[in-house]
């Protein structure tokens, strides 16, 4: 799947990421797909942040194989390869955990040159526990009819109201206590 190198194209690779792992039988609100879905989002903002180049796109490829999930971002520039360890982030910077991240949530994840073009793919595994076999299924590479479709459902849900009724409410993961997440619960009339 190919995004364009924006912070809007690495947030419609990490959307996608998630309902591709709900088709392939994780649901959204899974440990598999969230953790998944932060590796992703993680990459994608990398490939974005630090390997951007002005008029090229950044790859996606999912793959699934037996009990192994599989992601690789591809970005061109080459000038550029994250660490084999990242380093310790200052701790009063904003940024610079993005790789740690992956670290610890990823069972394996690494970088390798692209042989044919240049620049590079940043790439990640999870591995699960699954019930039954799944057979070695990859990403379909999507047409540009394909993405504008799934752009356009993506921004429909976004740009919708929300449910009359409901009451915004922000969930916490007892996990990890300083992730907060967006929900909606009843409204009562209590205050």
Same mark, same amino acid.
Request: proline share 7%; aromatic share 6%.
């Given at each position: 799947?190919?995004?364009?190198?924006?912070?809007?194209?690495?947030?419609?690779? +990490?959307?996608?990421?998630?309902?591709?792992? #709900?088709?392939?039988?994780?649901?959204?609100? /899974? %440990?598999?797909?969230?953790?998944?879905?932060?590796?992703?989002?993680?990459?994608?903002?990398?490939?974005? +942040?630090?390997?951007?180049?002005?008029?090229? #796109?950044?790859?996606?490829?999912?793959? !699934? /194989?037996?009990?192994?999930?599989?992601?690789?971002?591809?970005?061109?520039?080459?000038?550029?390869?994250?660490?084999?360890?990242?380093?310790?982030?200052?701790?009063?910077?904003?940024?610079?955990?993005?790789?740690?991240?992956?670290?610890?949530?990823?069972?394996?994840?690494?970088?390798?040159?692209?042989?044919?073009?240049?620049?590079? /793919?940043?790439?990640?595994?999870? +591995?699960?526990?699954? +019930?039954?076999?799944?057979?070695?299924?990859?990403?379909? #590479?999507?047409?540009?009819?394909?993405? !504008?479709?799934?752009?356009?459902?993506?921004?429909?849900?976004?740009?919708?109201?929300?449910?009359?009724? !409901?009451?915004?409410?922000?969930?916490? #993961?007892?996990?990890? %206590?300083?992730?907060?997440?967006?929900?909606?619960?009843?409204?009562?009339?209590?205050?």
């Amino acid at each position: 799947m190919r995004f364009t190198s924006t912070p809007r194209g690495a947030r419609l690779a +990490r959307r996608l990421v998630s309902h591709r792992l #709900d088709d392939w039988g994780h649901p959204w609100t /899974t %440990p598999v797909n969230e953790a998944f879905t932060l590796i992703a989002a993680e990459l994608t903002a990398n490939a974005v +942040r630090h390997g951007h180049v002005p008029g090229r #796109d950044f790859h996606v490829r999912l793959t !699934l /194989t037996t009990g192994t999930f599989r992601i690789e971002v591809t970005d061109t520039r080459t000038d550029e390869l994250p660490p084999a360890t990242p380093p310790a982030p200052d701790s009063s910077s904003e940024s610079g955990r993005g790789l740690h991240l992956v670290a610890a949530l990823a069972d394996d994840w690494g970088v390798s040159r692209r042989a044919a073009a240049p620049g590079k /793919t940043v790439w990640a595994e999870l +591995r699960t526990r699954q +019930r039954g076999c799944h057979a070695h299924r990859t990403a379909p #590479d999507l047409t540009d009819v394909d993405l !504008l479709a799934a752009t356009a459902s993506l921004l429909h849900s976004a740009l919708a109201p929300e449910p009359k009724g !409901l009451v915004r409410q922000e969930l916490s #993961d007892e996990r990890f %206590p300083s992730v907060r997440r967006s929900g909606y619960e009843a409204a009562s009339g209590q205050s």
